[in-house]
């Protein structure tokens, strides 16, 4: 080879070689600093989903803990109950309990684990919320309590004391560290939710009431059957609320998140002119849950009977067709009605709706619809009646003097429906509803009624 041609390749292979060495000097940087940012990432993941795990027990341990002080507090007020006669401290009494039931509400729905079982712990805390604010109703409008009234608080404190034990038994756990909401929870042998289960399977019993209508606290199955359609979108649930809201003008609707639980549903609150409230809308199909209006009421213009007639009317606008009344009562101006859907004369009270009717200005004031929305479906069961009225009443309901039958579909405790006849008579002035099956002729529920003077069975 030429000396001169041999020294230009000599020249132009080291240029080569040395423009290689710097690539593989900058492929080898740029890998190190790959690594390095690779393992700063992960390493910031790993720190992120511990925090975030770190977050959510902080979160479950708050409702737990809250939880089981407000039980505590319902204890300790309703065993007070059992000492004190004056009025006053009575009703102080009765409103704490009331409250903490609507904490431990709060916090078990915090603790959802999507279980028919939870429903029932929740259901008895609703239960207790609410026949503490009837007996407040009863004390202010100058009754006495009754000795039924003090049984019944009996009963409620010592079903709350042993709830309050069995969650007080889960502390010890959590403390050693044996039990982690954010690993447990929902878990095969998750010791939560052995405590919620024992209202559900009767190891802890709490007495069948009513004092708002015949099974208006609602049912244990959580499956949403009336739902139907697809998955809605925020802005058109915005949209179909001021539908819902036909007794309101200028509506404005502002979107406030989504809830979980046995129906999700985007979560809204509105005003219109100087009234203002908050919605639920189901995320399927767009169904109206609850609504509830913050609008004042003072001196009515509507009688009961208007009211009612109103309130079935609104079920009609709103989609939900063959509601009819089947209890009403009246506080503070307002109107409050229990609807159940209603065919060939048949009552379904699983499909029932509450509403709450302005009695100044007529209008819907507050909505719920969670009963109708879990039940009311198409049903192909065959409802015979085997015996008649006249059989039904021969079956003998000692001193009660009966005052009206009807025929009723009712929920069953073990699950399921049944056609019965309601049988509704009174004994001392306490009011009885008496169901005896439609194929049988035998007694299969009854139910006492926490009398009310506003009360009102709508026949």
């Given at each position: ?15 080569r ?60 007020n ?17 409103t ?11 916090c ?10 939870m ?22 409008s100058?009754e006495?309590?009754s ?56 190891a ?31 802005e ?17 609707v ?9 129906i ?6 509105f ?111 065959d ?26 579909v009712i929920p ?25 099956d439609?194929a ?15 009360g009102?069975?709508?026949?």
């Amino acid at each position: 080879m030429d000396p001169e041609m041999k020294e230009m390749t000599t020249k132009c292979f080291r240029g080569r070689l040395k423009t290689f060495h710097y690539v593989a000097w900058a492929f080898v940087v740029l890998l190190v600093a790959a690594v390095i940012t690779l393992g700063v990432f992960l390493g910031i993941t790993v720190n992120d989903k511990n925090a975030l795990t770190m977050r959510s027990e902080n979160g479950y341990l708050s409702s737990y803990y809250t939880l089981t002080d407000s039980l505590l507090q319902i204890e300790n007020n309703l065993s007070k109950m059992r000492v004190v006669r004056t009025p006053s401290l009575q009703s102080e009494l009765l409103t704490k309990a009331a409250i903490n039931a609507e904490v431990s509400e709060q916090c078990l729905s915090a603790l959802s684990i999507s279980d028919a079982n939870m429903q029932s712990t929740v259901k008895f805390c609703n239960q207790v919320g609410d026949y503490s604010l009837y007996l407040l109703r009863k004390l202010h409008s100058g009754e006495s309590l009754s000795d039924t009234d003090y049984s019944t608080l009996d009963k409620l404190y010592e079903t709350t004391r042993l709830l309050g034990e069995k969650m007080n038994s889960l502390s010890e756990k959590i403390s050693s560290g044996d039990y982690s909401f954010s690993a447990d929870l929902g878990a095969e042998d998750d010791a939560f939710s052995s405590i919620v289960s024992d209202i559900a399977d009767g190891a802890i019993e709490y007495p069948a009431l009513i004092y708002d209508g015949p099974f208006s606290d609602g049912l244990d199955d959580p499956s949403p059957v009336a739902l139907e359609g697809e998955e809605i979108s925020q802005e058109k649930g915005a949209e179909l609320l001021k539908t819902y809201l036909t007794d309101y003008s200028n509506v404005s609707v502002k979107y406030e998140g989504e809830l979980g639980g046995f129906i999700e549903c985007y979560s809204y609150s509105f005003t219109a002119g100087e009234v203002s409230g908050n919605a639920q809308l189901s995320k399927i199909g767009g169904k109206l849950v609850m609504a509830d209006v913050n609008d004042s009421v003072s001196d009515p213009k509507f009688t009961k009977e208007e009211g009612v007639e109103l309130a079935e009317q609104y079920c009609e606008k709103i989609g939900i067709d063959n509601m009819s009344a089947v209890w009403a009562c009246v506080t503070d101006s307002e109107l409050y009605v229990n609807l159940c859907y209603k065919e060939d004369g048949i009552v379904f009270y699983p499909d029932m709706a509450k509403i709450k009717v302005s009695l100044q200005t007529g209008r819907i004031t507050g909505f719920e619809a969670r009963e109708y929305i879990y039940n009311h479906t198409e049903r192909d069961t065959d409802y015979t009646v085997s015996i008649t009225e006249e059989e039904a009443l021969a079956v003998g309901y000692g001193e009660m003097k009966v005052e009206s039958v009807r025929l009723a579909v009712i929920p069953m405790d073990a699950g399921g429906e049944k056609l019965t006849y309601e049988v509704y008579g009174t004994i001392d002035g306490y009011g009885f509803f008496v169901y005896v099956d439609a194929a049988t002729g035998k007694d299969v529920r009854v139910l006492q009624v926490i009398d009310s003077d506003e009360g009102e069975l709508l026949m």
